[in-house]
């Protein structure tokens, strides 16, 4: 076919065909372009507005695209929010300058008295959350096809282990998985397959009563006649609170042609 053979060193849209051991390694080039690009700022003199939209649209905007796929070193962060720092100080070379207010609190909005940069951690997590909100919505895609059946073939993602050899986008993907955990919570359909318990399906969880409750599922919370939740036995398991947000919860959809 005449097609030429990769090598570990080969890259694919700028970014490494492979990643070894060193993670620092991998991605030095691309912190050494930011290095580079700042560097030829410090010789020209340059206003703080202007110092603010070239951190901002591009010296911060260069690692997008690697952080959209793969998790950066922390010292990676350090070095780049270091460099930054001292620019926006206006430091040069070796001397030093007072920097008056630290940076990660610039990296707030300018309403809470920051600058409004970005978090480069905060900010790689939430490219990798985008990635991995995909393995949960998008199940036709060869992406999720290849992921399923690499990692989780018998479970869905968010309850997928990191399993023996990950790769590298893996682990990143894994690793962002929290904030989708963290900023959602299940939707009640049937309710066959969300635990009472062991589900995050309400804003607080719910205390079991005993042992044998722990593997409860929402669906016997429901009145099987008229499809909506069981008043009685919501009552007698939960506290007011629990109880009240439960009854809360629309089961419309339950009673629609299509169920």
Known sequence: MGARVMTNSDKYLGLPMTCGKSRVNTFKELEEKIHK???????????????EVLIKKVAQAIPTYAMSLFKLPKSMYDSINSLLAKYWWGQNKEER???????KKLCTSKQKGGMGFRDLHAFNLAMLSKQAWRLTQDINSLFYKVYKARYFPNCSFMTAQLGSNPSFVWRSLVAARDIIFNGSKWWVEDGKTVGVYSHKWLSH???????????????ELLDVESRQWDRGKIETLFAPRTRQEILAIPLDHLNSPTC
């Open 97 to 103: 300058k007072i920097h008056w207010v630290n940076w």
């Open 37 to 51: 690009r700042v560097l030829g700022w410090k010789e020209k003199f340059i206003s703080k507005a202007g110092r």
């Open 205 to 219: 969880p719910p205390i079991p009563l005993n042992e044998h409750a722990q593997d409860m599922k929402v669906s």
